[in-house]
Nanobody, 123 residues
Framework: QLRLVESGGGLVQPGGSLRLSCAAS????????IGWFRQAPGKEREGVSC????????DYADSVKGRFAISRDNAKYTVYLQMNSLKPEDTGVYYC????????????????WGQGTQVTVSS
């Protein structure tokens, strides 16, 4: 059973940066693609970014392209989301989740989910 734990959230001013981490149990982490999702109060959960099992393929939602960067270190069983130039609309609970691939952000295709970490962008 794959276990995922997010960390790195917090309060940041507009224009600031945060780096989120998604730490996984040892096996079989390198079998799965890992996606990042976020959910604001009263809104549906939306896909933010995804990285393939090897790290060779990445994807970003249009709203974060050029500002966020996803990476993974399979030896450390960890996926990272570097978030720069943060905007108030980036506020929400951020989740990482595991799927077979990065072809879709349909949430039901992601088998395993972390508990979420809060990101608040405000002056």
């Amino acid at each position: 059973q794959l276990r995922l734990v997010e960390s790195g959230g917090g309060l940041v001013q507009p224009g600031g940066s945060l780096r989120l981490s998604c730490a996984a149990s040892e096996f079989p982490f390198d079998y799965y693609a890992i996606g990042w999702f976020r959910q604001a109060p009263g809104k549906e959960r939306e896909g933010v970014s995804c990285i393939s099992s090897s790290g060779g393929n990445t994807d970003y939602a249009d709203s974060v392209k050029g500002r966020f960067a996803i990476s993974r270190d399979n030896a450390k069983y960890t996926v990272y989301l570097q978030m720069n130039s943060l905007k108030p609309e980036d506020t929400g609970v951020y989740y990482c989740a595991a799927a077979r691939g990065c072809g879709s952000y349909y949430v039901r295709l992601y088998t395993y989910w972390g508990q979420g970490t809060q990101v608040t962008v405000s002056s």
